[in-house]
């Protein structure tokens, strides 16, 4: 949840830019290519690639009889996007995922299953194409199509989403849902629609994989199943590292004998606690909170960031489904609220510029004193990283290898950008797949690096944004060869936006439109007329 925005890492050149005239601004202000790419998103390939595709982070739902909690489900969002489009490109897509019964991990479900997650717009456009019953399955299952505006404020002052660039108002939507429930809706739908043929399910762990002859590809994967018994899946296609915080690629590569670089991997801590607190709120309950019309269809009804000198608190109100609201708070600190009297001394120790929303404050406190008793969920995030697979030379990264989600790379959650993110890596994984020439009957030895080169150019200034901002708080520990100094001129850049975007809508505009990856960050630096955008 929050305020970043992935082109500060150009600060230092806007000057310049910003002075160099007309080109520039085309270059800027058309979509990126990756809007365009939606439109194979979901296209089926006549002719499909020999192999099995395996997908390693899937999802299991335990058997009812053997487990307390039957309806928790475990599953990788990357899993289940990359399942079903692999399905458009190979006739056989295995997902494999480990279980509750696995004895040796007896509680693998992910930490993240009941916090806040407000969705981008980018994500929600992706899967209406993978699914066309996507927003009929939403709503059925107690979802919100809401507009994609999380009702961002900074420092206290609000930062506009642009809905006068739209016909009728009419941004761009996304859902509005619990991220347990959304997870049940998008394995639903991967088992209902007609590829699900062609897809197998392996409740199971990948315990690696072997390399070829020469070193060029992987020959075949192991799999421990849930009875104990390794099964080896051999003629492989593609292997696909969904593993999340895991990043399991990294050792099965390794051990595989595949020479990967030292400093492979990039990490660094922002050293922040996250509580969401889920309330039951009835009807009658929610028609006497005060939270203004504006601000009832979208995402967020509000989020509050803090001004990075003073921490990385992120404070959210959001209706989710079924008569649920969380409220979400993070902190540097081990003082985040753990019962109902904590919530409203916390909030108002907040520090800003502009005080937080009376009527937001007014909101909590009716639900502190109405609601029954909230449910508490307190996590400390670790540390977020970067696997620099596009850094490895072609020759030594299997042709056959990707990652994709959080076992890539991971962003400060308070951004929001996680699912969007997955759904930019899955949007340039399918075009490559498309790019291919239709004749091939093995993907080529530069499969692997050409998706990840893709894909750097595409995330890496998520990655630059986030962490840059988030050493200006005094809490967050930098990567290794950098210091919290790193990205002054970054995070100064950061500032003005946000202060220009507060009093001019066209600046507001830009700004939303790459918060929400509809819009590349170049798109910051052209000082134009926010209407000749096209809108997607
Ligand atoms: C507190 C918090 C709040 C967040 N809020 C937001 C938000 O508001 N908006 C947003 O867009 N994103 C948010 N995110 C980020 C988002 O949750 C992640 O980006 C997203 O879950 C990544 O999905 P994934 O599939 O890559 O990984 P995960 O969802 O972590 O799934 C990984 C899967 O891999 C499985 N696995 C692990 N090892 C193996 C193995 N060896 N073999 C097979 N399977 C394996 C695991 O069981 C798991 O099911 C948040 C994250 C956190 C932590
Ligand atoms: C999520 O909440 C449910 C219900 O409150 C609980 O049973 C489960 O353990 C929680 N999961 C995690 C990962 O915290
Ligand atoms: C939410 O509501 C829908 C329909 O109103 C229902 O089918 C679904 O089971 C509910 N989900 C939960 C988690 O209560
Ligand atoms: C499933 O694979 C078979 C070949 O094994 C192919 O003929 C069929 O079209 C595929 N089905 C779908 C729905 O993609
Ligand atoms: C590796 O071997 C395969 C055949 O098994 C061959 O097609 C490929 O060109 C070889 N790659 C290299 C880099 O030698
Ligand atoms: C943008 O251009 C349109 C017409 O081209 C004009 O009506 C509008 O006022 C301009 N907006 C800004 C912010 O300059």
């Keep these: 949840m929050g305020s970043s925005h992935s082109s500060i890492y150009l600060a230092s050149t806007a000057c310049v830019l910003l002075s160099s005239g007309i080109v520039w601004q085309k270059v800027c202000i058309s979509p990126p290519e990756w809007i365009e790419e939606l439109n194979t998103l979901g296209r089926p390939k006549k002719q499909k690639l020999p192999g099995t595709a395996v997908v390693c982070g899937g ?23 990359v399942s079903r489009l692999l399905a458009d490109h190979f006739d056989r897509v295995i997902l494999v995922d480990p279980e509750l019964l696995d004895l040796e ?35 059925a299952a107690g979802g919100r199509s809401v507009y994609a505006d999380i009702q961002l404020h900074y420092s206290g002052i609000a930062v506009p989403a642009p809905y006068r660039d739209y016909p009728g108002a009419r941004l761009p939507d996304t859902l509005g849902m619990r991220r347990s429930e959304t997870q049940k809706v998008l394995y639903g739908l991967l088992m209902q629609h007609p590829t699900a043929a062609n897809i197998t399910v392996w409740p199971g762990t990948v315990r690696g994989v072997e390399a070829s002859d020469n070193q060029s590809s992987i020959r075949s994967v192991t799999v421990r199943k849930l009875d104990g018994t390794q099964v080896v899946v051999h003629d492989i296609g593609l292997v696909v590292d ?43 309950l929610e028609s006497r909170l005060p939270i203004p019309e504006f601000a009832i269809n979208s995402v967020c009804q509000y989020v509050h960031t803090q001004h990075f000198t003073y921490g990385l608190s992120v404070n959210v109100l959001m209706k989710t489904d079924n008569n649920t609201m969380q409220v979400m708070l993070t902190s540097s600190e081990d003082n985040l609220p753990r019962s109902v009297p904590e919530i409203l001394p916390f909030i108002s120790k907040i520090r800003t510029h502009a005080p937080l929303a009376s009527w937001f404050v007014k909101t909590v406190e009716i639900l502190c004193e109405n609601c029954d008793e909230p449910s508490f969920d307190n996590i400390k995030i670790p540390e977020q990283s970067y696997v620099r697979y596009h850094s490895v030379p072609t020759g030594d990264l299997p042709s056959n290898f990707i990652a994709v989600g959080d076992a890539h790379i991971q962003l400060n ?32 030895g530069d499969f692997s690096s050409r998706y990840f080169k893709k894909n750097d150019a595409r995330t890496k200034g998520l990655w630059e944004a986030t962490r840059l901002h988030d050493y200006g708080s005094p809490a967050c520990e930098p990567m290794a060869g950098e210091t919290r100094d790193t990205g002054r001129l970054a995070r100064w850049f950061t500032l003005k936006l946000f202060s220009a975007a507060s009093q001019h809508e066209e600046v507001a505009s830009v700004l939303w439109r790459v918060r929400n990856m509809i819009a590349a960050d170049t798109a910051l630096l052209a000082p134009t007329n926010a209407s000749s955008f096209v809108p997607v």
């Excluded at 739902?61 to 996007?81: C, E, F, L, N």
């Excluded at 050792?251 to 996250?274: C, H, M, Q, V």
């Excluded at 994984?429 to 239709?438: A, K, Q, T």
């Design 59 to 81: 999802r299991y739902v335990a058997p009812v009889v053997d487990v307390p909690h039957p309806s928790i489900h475990y599953q990788s969002i990357a899993g289940t996007v």
């Design 242 to 284: 969904c593993t999340g915080r895991t990043q399991a690629g990294i050792k099965w590569l390794e051990t595989a004998g595949f020479s990967l670089p030292d400093n492979l991997r990039s990490s660094y801590n922002p050293n922040i606690r996250y509580a969401t607190i889920c309330f039951s709120v009835s009807p009658e």
């Design 105 to 139: 991990k007896p509680k693998t479900r992910i930490m993240q299953y009941n916090a806040t997650h407000a969705v981008l717009s980018l994500f929600t456009d992706g899967a209406r194409r993978l699914w066309p019953n996507f927003d009929a399955e939403l709503r």
């Design 413 to 444: 959650p308070v951004h929001a950008q996680g699912f969007a993110k997955l759904m930019l890596n899955a949007i340039t994984l399918n075009s490559v797949l498309h790019s291919l020439d239709p004749r091939v009957s093995i993907l080529p």
